[in-house]
């Protein structure tokens, strides 16, 4: 398993190295500015863009970190960080997007993550990117507390995105917030994919919430990896997909390029 893993991180490190990585900032509402990566091949037309929310508080800092000198990223970082090569090539765009500057360095509340601030905040995204790729399907994608976001803009931002991926989704109320624990899921009404790991430990995001949810979406289920290297709740657990990055990529791509996916995987 530690041997497949190595192989996978190499083809991403290769994939990176054929794409560019570039911070934008943007404005979105009166004052506030909004940061995001872009990944993508420059001399390319993405025929699809993935716009990626991370868990926890949706903190990187982009701004801040582009003014210091290239940007760098560890391994210990969020799943869709980690797997945004993956999400990167002559068909695909990547973006992940950041906490805007009204919500730094703190980063956004549940509550903010639902609200009507944060939809003009994305929407305004929305419209730079269909200034750069006016062609390109959009497709919205969150992990951990990232799903928060994508639950609420694709029941908010209707037909302006072609569909939303659900990825370790968070439907237990904890100490941080409400998460997805009283969101009513009938009012998304854009395709829907959901990704969970059988064995996620977070009591936030457990997999009977996704497995429930499951009879009314798809579900991709995700078992084994590598071992975990972090509390339950982290990025480096099956909560974060350890060393299945590239097996999970490629299931959310086919279903987003409408191709037949894995079910299960392994």
């Not at 994919?193 to 996704?210: E, I, K, M, N, W």
Request: charged content about 20%; overall charge neutral; hydrophobic content about 45%.
């Amino acid at each position: 398993m530690k041997r497949l893993a190595a192989i996978a991180m190499l083809a991403v490190a290769a994939a990176a190295q054929a794409a560019s990585e570039e911070a934008v900032t943007i404005p979105t509402r009166d004052g506030v500015t909004l940061s995001y990566l872009l990944v993508h091949e420059p001399a390319t037309a993405p025929k699809i863009i993935v716009v990626s929310f991370i868990g926890g508080p949706g903190v990187i800092n982009l701004a801040k970190r582009a003014a210091a000198g290239p940007l760098k990223f560890g391994p210990t970082v969020n799943f869709l960080i980690r797997a945004r090569a993956q999400f990167a090539d002559a068909e695909f765009a990547d973006v992940i997007v950041d906490a805007p500057s009204d919500q730094l360095p703190g980063g956004m509340a549940d509550e903010f993550r639902m609200s009507a601030q944060h939809q003009a905040d994305i929407r305004a995204l929305l419209a730079d990117l269909r200034k750069r790729f006016p062609d390109a399907r959009i497709y919205l994608m969150g992990t951990s507390r990232g799903s928060i976001s994508v639950a609420a803009l694709a029941a908010s931002l209707g037909n302006a995105v072609q569909g939303a991926v659900l990825s370790s989704t968070v439907t237990n109320r904890d100490k941080v917030g409400a998460a997805l624990s009283g969101f009513d899921f009938d009012t998304i009404k854009i395709p829907l994919l959901l990704v969970h790991h059988r064995q996620d430990g977070c009591f936030t995001s457990p997999y009977a919430g996704a497995e429930r949810l499951g009879k009314r979406f798809p579900l991709v289920s995700v078992s084994g990896g590598d071992a975990a290297q972090s509390g339950p709740c982290e990025p480096l657990s099956p909560h974060g997909y350890i060393g299945l990055d590239a097996e999970v990529a490629k299931a959310v791509r086919a279903w987003m390029q409408g191709r037949e996916y894995a079910h299960e995987i392994p």
